[in-house]
């Protein structure tokens, strides 16, 4: 089955890719910043799956440990067939509230993490003739959501654009773009998700299954569930004034305090 380097490998959605990738007998390499999850994910895949793990301590908004996980990536001895870009993080301050280095960290990990790591392994399957390279964009890039959606538009985009340019030589790249999902991603942004109806609410191992699914079958964009794809579907055509307006009533409900207890 190969070898995937799945980044942001040691919590949420990053986990769940590492489970069920080891689960279809992929061998892996695990990329993120806290050594004891990542190594207590390795031993636990290890010994279920008895596939192969390596783990790679790096954080991936410092210039010089991205460019040792994009050489890595790009390893012609150690070939990565399958490389899954999901590092990422949420704010649920607004862009100009916000601290600027947040914003900029935000860059460097969703957008140029994301670029150098694709530029990596499309050289080396291109090279190969084979391979498959999944980013986690978001339902939110299709939406007005702040600098987030920003960010996931550009993956979105840019992975359509690759997808492109990569085809002819049986190479597959796939966005997926889901909602909301029970992960530790909106706790660790300190969003007020209470709000929220439980229908548009997703399970991690769902997803993952589904993009991965789509990275089988050679689809480009991903949008796990019914209701999302209809949502997508929806604003894609809709006026984008009244998209900004709903978006903007979303976001506020978000950015609200927690309430008490």
Known sequence: MGTALVTGASSGLGREYAVQLATRGHDLVLVA?????????A?????????????????????EELARVAERVGDPERPVDLLVNNAGFGSRRGFVRGELAEEEAALDLMVRAVMVLSHAAGGAMRARG???????????????????????????????ALATELAPHGVTVTAVCPGF????????????MSRLPDALWLEAPDVVRASL???SAGRVVSVPSLPYKVLVGVLRVAPRRLTRTVAGSLAARRRAPHPPG
Do not use: C, P, W
């Open 43 to 63: 031993t636990e895949l290890v010994a279920r799956h008895r596939v192969e793990v390596e783990v790679v301590l790096a954080d991936l908004t410092d210039r």
């Open 213 to 215: 699914d789509d990275v």
């Open 33 to 41: 910043r806290d050594r004891d999850r990542l190594e207590g994910l």
């Open 181 to 192: 999902v029970h992960t530790e991603f909106h706790q660790r942004a300190e969003m007020n």
């Open 130 to 160: 084979r391979g498959a390279i999944l980013n986690v964009s978001s339902v939110a890039s299709y939406a007005v959501m702040g600098h987030y959606s920003a960010i996931k538009a550009y993956v979105t985009v840019f992975s359509e």
